[in-house]
């Protein structure tokens, strides 16, 4: 059953720039500007207004050489954006004049990104389960580990952490704290780890499946987690325990989002829906239809905006390269 929803007489808008299809979407800290990140090997900056219309100028990222898998921007920095792509580069970009500031050269193809919530460190994990902390501030070693690190020195963007897991990791997040560091496994299981130590705190035996995706609650109460068993659990950090599961989809969960108030879960799978729940009750409040496979869904930090990206083709079977985002009064 669903609640009485807000966003009944809400739209979706379409933004097209790329060539070949959107992997990742991720707002700025103030939610003004969108940015996507493409198979076509570039990232776009965009400029939205909650009540805007027209055409939206967009900024072209170029330099990468393969497909730009992961971005994230700086959380205390509305104008800075991270890029992680397969060309085994990271990125810093300065948004407004789309030019490249930093950029570190790791050892394989990077899919995934995260800021720690200070904007400090960035963490990037690659193809190999092999995870990176890039000191983007102060450019020097924060620590050494003989066994489980190779440190290298951190002059200029320079990886300060090396590690790597023997499990498959899928997604990367730190707590709002950035105390807790957290890994989702292959094996269906949440690696909680301490920072800056990394050491291991818990293991959470999460689902019956891999864990593909994670988000942390902007209130910092719960994190949430999507599997491959089609089910998103959501778990209270300061217990380490899964308080509740949300239903609604039935293939592989591949992204998560909370709304930022916290109050509301956006999950999107291979499903032809985008389901929102209301984390407390765990019901239905809104699906938003969508035609492809989903990528990417994250919801704007200021605004009940929800953008998101997949693998939608047109009718010669090419990709659109589009990404979407809901909740405008007029399409």
């Known amino acids: 059953m669903e609640e009485q929803t807000p966003f009944k007489n809400l739209h979706s808008r379409e933004y097209s720039g790329h060539k070949k299809k959107v992997h990742s979407v ?4 103030i939610g003004t500007k969108l ?27 170029k330099g990468h050489t393969d497909s730009v898998d992961q971005l994230c921007w700086d959380p205390k920095h509305a104008d800075l954006i991270a890029t992680a792509s397969g060309d085994k580069t990271v990125r810093l970009w300065d948004a407004r004049s789309g030019k490249c500031s930093q950029q570190a050269e790791l050892s394989g193809e990077n899919i995934n990104i995260t800021y720690k919530p200070d904007g400090t460190h960035v ?23 003989k066994f489980n690190y190779e440190v290298l020195t951190s002059f200029k963007f320079k990886p300060i952490h ?39 705190l818990e293991t959470l ?57 916290g109050e509301l879960i956006a999950s999107a799978s ?25 990528n990417s869904v994250e919801w704007n930090p200021k605004y009940n905006l929800l953008a998101y990206a997949g693998d939608d083709k047109n009718k010669y079977q090419a990709d659109e390269g589009v990404f979407r985002i809901f909740g405008f009064e007029n399409a």
């Open 26 to 29: 991720a707002w700025n800290c």
């Open 35 to 61: 940015a996507s990140g493409s198979v076509d090997q570039t990232a776009r900056i965009w400029h939205v207004e909650q009540h805007g219309h027209g055409k939206v100028k967009d900024i072209e990222l």
């Open 123 to 145: 963490a990037v994990g690659n193809r190999d389960d092999e995870l990176t902390i890039l000191d983007v501030r102060k450019f020097k070693p924060i620590h050494k580990r």
């Open 162 to 200: 090396k590690r790597k897991f023997n499990y498959e990791v899928n997604e990367i997040a730190w707590n709002m704290t950035g105390e807790m560091f957290f890994l989702t496994t292959g094996n269906g299981t949440v690696e909680v780890l301490t920072y800056p130590s990394l050491r291991p």
């Open 205 to 261: 035996m999460a689902h019956t499946a891999g864990c593909y995706c994670i988000a942390i609650d902007p209130t910092g109460r719960y994190f949430a987690v999507g599997s491959a068993d089609s089910l998103v659990s959501l778990w209270d950090i300061s217990q380490m325990l899964c308080v509740r599961t949300f239903t609604k989809l039935e293939w592989p969960v591949r992204t998560i989002s909370f709304n930022h108030t």
């Open 270 to 294: 291979e499903d032809l829906f985008i389901d929102i729940s209301n984390v407390q009750t765990g019901r239905t409040v809104h699906q938003i239809p969508c035609r492809a496979a989903m």
